[in-house]
C-alpha cells in the first residue's frame, strides 16, 4: 500500500490583503476586550477593597490598607522608632513647606474639609506672610460684614499650629 501525499498551498492574507484577518487590528480589539473583563470581574471582588464611611474611622481590616501595607505592630514599631531617635526622620528640621504653592495645597485641602469649598475660594486672593518659622494665610474680606478664615502653618513641620474664621 503506497501513500501519496498532494501539495497543499495555504495563503494567509498580507497587510495588502482585504481579508478580515489583520494582527494589528485584532491586537487593538482584544486590548479594550480584556480591560473591560478585568474591571467588571474586578468590581464584584472584595478582596484589597477599602471604603472609608466617615473621616474619622481608622479601623483598620484585613481587607484594608494596613492589609496591603503591612500589619499593625510593624506601624507601630515605626512610629515609636521616629518619636524616640531624632536620627530615624530624615526630614527634621528641613524645610517643608518651601513656597506659596505648596502653602496653599496644604492649607487648602484643610479648609475646604472644614468651611466648605466654594467658601474659602471667595476669600481668595490670599494674604499670605511668613513669619520666622510659619506660614500664616487669610483670606481676603470682600464685604463689610463678616470675616475670613487665618491659618498658621509650620513650615519645617507641616503642623496646623492654629486655625479660626471671623465672623
Given at each position: 500500500?503506497?501513500?501519496?501525499?498532494?501539495?497543499?498551498?495555504?495563503?494567509?492574507?498580507?497587510?495588502?490583503?482585504?481579508?478580515?484577518?489583520?494582527?494589528?487590528?485584532?491586537?487593538?480589539?482584544?486590548?479594550?476586550?480584556?480591560?473591560?473583563t478585568?474591571?467588571?470581574?474586578?468590581?464584584?471582588?472584595?478582596?484589597?477593597?477599602?471604603?472609608?464611611k466617615?473621616?474619622?474611622?481608622?479601623?483598620?481590616?484585613?481587607?484594608?490598607?494596613?492589609?496591603?501595607?503591612?500589619?499593625?505592630?510593624?506601624?507601630k514599631?515605626?512610629?515609636?522608632?521616629?518619636?524616640?531617635?531624632?536620627?530615624?526622620?530624615?526630614?527634621?528640621?528641613?524645610?517643608?513647606?518651601?513656597?506659596?504653592?505648596d502653602?496653599?495645597?496644604?492649607?487648602?485641602?484643610?479648609?475646604f474639609?472644614?468651611?466648605?469649598?466654594?467658601?474659602?475660594?471667595?476669600?481668595?486672593?490670599?494674604?499670605?506672610?511668613?513669619?520666622?518659622?510659619?506660614?500664616?494665610?487669610?483670606?481676603?474680606?470682600?464685604?463689610?460684614?463678616?470675616?475670613?478664615?487665618?491659618?498658621?502653618?509650620?513650615?519645617?513641620?507641616?503642623?496646623?499650629?492654629?486655625?479660626?474664621?471671623g465672623?
Amino acid at each position: 500500500m503506497s501513500t501519496t501525499f498532494q501539495k497543499v498551498h495555504i495563503s494567509l492574507p498580507n497587510r495588502h490583503s482585504k481579508g478580515l484577518f489583520k494582527p494589528h487590528i485584532i491586537i487593538w480589539m482584544t486590548i479594550p476586550f480584556i480591560l473591560i473583563t478585568t474591571i467588571i470581574l474586578g468590581c464584584g471582588s472584595t478582596q484589597n477593597k477599602t471604603s472609608i464611611k466617615n473621616d474619622t474611622d481608622t479601623s483598620c481590616k484585613k481587607d484594608s490598607f494596613s492589609w496591603v501595607l503591612g500589619d499593625s505592630e510593624f506601624s507601630k514599631k515605626e512610629i515609636a522608632r521616629y518619636l524616640n531617635d531624632p536620627s530615624a526622620n530624615l526630614l527634621k528640621g528641613h524645610v517643608l513647606i518651601n513656597n506659596q504653592q505648596d502653602l496653599i495645597s496644604i492649607a487648602e485641602t484643610i479648609l475646604f474639609r472644614i468651611y466648605g469649598k466654594q467658601h474659602i475660594i471667595h476669600e481668595r486672593p490670599y494674604i499670605i506672610n511668613l513669619i520666622g518659622d510659619y506660614w500664616i494665610m487669610e483670606g481676603t474680606l470682600h464685604t463689610e460684614k463678616g470675616g475670613t478664615f487665618c491659618i498658621v502653618i509650620d513650615r519645617k513641620t507641616c503642623e496646623v499650629k492654629g486655625i479660626s474664621h471671623g465672623k
